[in-house]
């Protein structure tokens, strides 16, 4: 039987699962008021155990719903059921950066990207925002090719530390002039990640997705 049917949260039909993380399970959902697809991030219970990392959860839900910029992801919603924490957000089916690069990205291209990941990234700043895990799987795409940076609100998972800072995305423009120098380039030929981390980050307080400046 497929999990995502036990899962019951008010306003919303859920149709299956769409992702899979150690921090929470992303569903299919139709938001039944709207009568809109949304992507519906559920925390794993055995963060939900903890009330702590449940206030923050929402606390951060309710920041980065106030963003309004043409390249971050639409939060429409975010609360709880029980033990049950989700968040509604834009739903996004058209790939991510990472399937792009996989399948081969021009370095002019790369560049647009980064332009507007840049530029949302610039915006959440100004907010006093900072997005810790910055990398291409984690970079979406709308219908009409737009990227879209999502993925603000996870504490980023130890093992994993992937980061990009956002002072790399000044270098890399220039970078992305020369082919096969980018490190979109270098991603693809090697595997190996945009921005490779130095272990797991020693200092808990600062492994948090969304912090204050």
């Known amino acids: 039987m497929n999990p995502a049917l036990n899962i019951q949260i008010p306003g919303y039909d859920i149709e299956g699962e769409i992702g899979e993380g150690a921090m929470a399970s992303v569903y299919l959902a139709t938001q039944r008021s709207l009568e809109r697809k949304v992507a519906l991030k559920v925390m794993a219970a055995a963060l939900a155990a903890d009330p702590t990392f449940c206030e923050r959860f929402l606390r951060e839900g309710k920041t980065l719903a106030r963003l309004s910029h043409p390249h971050t992801v639409t939060i429409h919603d975010i609360g709880n059921v029980g033990e049950l924490y989700y968040m509604a957000m834009e739903y996004?089916?058209?790939?991510?950066?990472?399937?792009?690069?996989?399948?081969?990205?021009?370095?002019?291209?790369?560049?647009?990207?980064?332009?507007?990941?840049?530029?949302?990234?610039?915006?959440?700043?100004?907010?006093?925002?900072?997005?810790?895990?910055?990398?291409?799987?984690?970079?979406?795409?709308?219908?009409?090719?737009?990227?879209?940076?999502?993925?603000?609100?996870?504490?980023?998972?130890?093992?994993?530390?992937?980061?990009?800072?956002?002072?790399?995305?000044?270098?890399?423009?220039?970078?992305?002039?020369?082919?096969?120098?980018?490190?979109?380039?270098?991603?693809?030929?090697?595997?190996?990640?945009?921005?490779?981390?130095?272990?797991?980050?020693?200092?808990?307080?600062?492994?948090?997705?969304?912090?204050?400046?």
Do not use: M
């Open 92 to 213: 996004l089916p058209n790939g991510t950066l990472k399937e792009r690069i996989a399948a081969g990205l021009s370095p002019e291209q790369g560049l647009i990207y980064i332009r507007q990941i840049a530029s949302a990234l610039g915006y959440a700043h100004g907010l006093g925002l900072v997005h810790r895990d910055v990398k291409p799987a984690n970079i979406l795409f709308r219908a009409d090719g737009t990227a879209v940076l999502s993925d603000f609100g996870h504490r980023q998972v130890p093992g994993r530390p992937h980061a990009i800072h956002p002072g790399r995305f000044r270098r890399w423009h220039a970078q992305l002039h020369e082919p096969g120098t980018s490190p979109w380039a270098r991603h693809r030929r090697s595997g190996r990640p945009v921005c490779p981390g130095r272990g797991a980050l020693r200092n808990p307080c600062r492994q948090t997705a969304v912090y204050r400046q």
